[in-house]
């Protein structure tokens, strides 16, 4: 039985992905699991953001780095980069939104094309709690997760349901992988199995969550002091509004102004010729 660990002593440290549409409740999963807390205003996630609780299983001590990264198109660029190292996922969908429910294939295609095959996939159904806006069947839910080889579980973040053991079933089929696989070579169980990677990122990465004693929830920044991984530097927000709401629109203006003149100067010719 999983159990809170408030230190940040731990055994193994593994990182967990949330992927899935915009505004299905993955933000309000990831605060319910690691501080207990729901927002109702909470806000479509910009860029990405991460959060960490440690719990016991079989008798160790395993640190879960959970990610959860904006839904939206336009920032496909980081989430893709932002699978790199993951170990398990929560792929998640709203039950009043069948829409949501229909991408999830898009989503597992994504993810299982930038991990590990030995990633360990939990499908969750959130807003179950909404059960008079349902849109989703628990039977289509069960039966796709069947078909893709994958966990599967309905939650509600409002009410705290499942949260709790959907997170710690993830965290526990992936330390059941690991040392299954450390047997499989022969190593100690709990030493990390050879040429398996289970840390997120490089040392610095690790080391910047260490020296930040433990953070619950830190949204990571550009100007923050901590080492962050290369592709979170590319901030690219900035950038795209300095160059759609500033340098293309006066592109654009010049280029109007020109086409005037010389459609102006052309019919004046033509005039005079006349």
Same mark, same amino acid.
């Given at each position: #039985?999983?159990?809170?660990?408030?230190?940040?002593?731990?055994?193994?440290?593994?990182?967990?992905?949330?992927?899935?549409?915009?505004?299905?409740?993955?933000?309000?999963?990831? /605060?319910?699991? %690691?501080?207990?807390?729901?927002?109702?205003?909470?806000?479509?996630?910009?860029?990405?953001?991460?959060?960490?609780?440690?719990?016991?299983?079989?008798?160790?001590?395993?640190?879960?780095?959970?990610?959860?990264?904006?839904?939206?198109?336009?920032?496909?660029?980081? *989430?893709?980069?932002?699978? =790199?190292?993951?170990?398990?996922?929560?792929?998640?969908?709203?039950?009043?939104? $069948?829409?949501?429910?229909?991408?999830?294939?898009?989503?597992?295609?994504?993810?299982?094309?930038?991990?590990?095959?030995?990633?360990?996939?939990?499908?969750?159904?959130?807003?179950?709690?909404? =059960?008079?806006?349902?849109?989703?069947? %628990?039977?289509?839910?069960?039966?796709?997760?069947?078909?893709?080889?994958?966990?599967?579980?309905? *939650?509600?973040?409002?009410?705290? #349901?499942?949260?709790? %053991?959907?997170?710690?079933?993830?965290?526990?089929?992936?330390?059941?992988?690991?040392? =299954?696989?450390?047997?499989?070579?022969?190593?100690?169980?709990?030493?990390?199995?050879?040429?398996? *990677?289970?840390?997120?990122?490089?040392?610095?990465?690790?080391?910047?969550?260490?020296?930040?004693?433990?953070?619950?929830?830190?949204?990571?920044?550009?100007?923050?002091?901590?080492?962050? !991984?290369?592709?979170?530097?590319?901030? /690219?927000?900035?950038?795209?509004? @300095? @160059?759609?709401?500033?340098?293309? !629109?006066?592109?654009?203006? $010049?280029?109007? &102004?020109?086409? &005037?003149?010389?459609?102006?100067?052309?019919?004046?010719?033509?005039?005079?010729?006349?």
């Amino acid at each position: #039985m999983a159990a809170y660990r408030a230190d940040d002593d731990y055994d193994y440290l593994f990182k967990v992905v949330l992927i899935g549409d915009s505004g299905v409740g993955k933000s309000n999963l990831l /605060s319910r699991f %690691t501080r207990n807390e729901f927002s109702l205003e909470s806000k479509s996630t910009i860029g990405v953001e991460f959060a960490t609780r440690s719990i016991r299983v079989d008798d160790k001590v395993v640190k879960a780095q959970i990610w959860d990264t904006a839904g939206q198109e336009r920032y496909r660029a980081i *989430t893709s980069a932002y699978y =790199r190292g993951a170990v398990g996922a929560l792929l998640v969908y709203d039950v009043t939104r $069948h829409v949501t429910f229909e991408n999830v294939e898009r989503w597992l295609k994504e993810l299982r094309g930038h991990t590990d095959s030995n990633i360990v996939i939990m499908l969750v159904g959130n807003k179950a709690d909404l =059960r008079h806006l349902r849109a989703v069947s %628990t039977d289509d839910a069960k039966a796709f997760a069947e078909r893709e080889n994958t966990f599967f579980m309905e *939650t509600s973040a409002l009410e705290s #349901m499942n949260v709790e %053991t959907a997170f710690t079933e993830v965290l526990t089929q992936i330390h059941h992988v690991v040392s =299954r696989k450390a047997l499989e070579v022969g190593d100690d169980p709990t030493a990390l199995p050879k040429g398996r *990677t289970i840390n997120v990122g490089s040392k610095d990465d690790v080391s910047a969550v260490k020296n930040a004693g433990c953070p619950q929830d830190l949204r990571l920044k550009s100007n923050e002091n901590e080492q962050l !991984p290369n592709f979170l530097h590319l901030t /690219s927000v900035p950038y795209s509004w @300095f @160059f759609y709401g500033i340098v293309l !629109p006066r592109v654009m203006f $010049h280029f109007i &102004v020109l086409i &005037v003149f010389v459609v102006f100067d052309c019919f004046r010719i033509h005039s005079r010729q006349i």
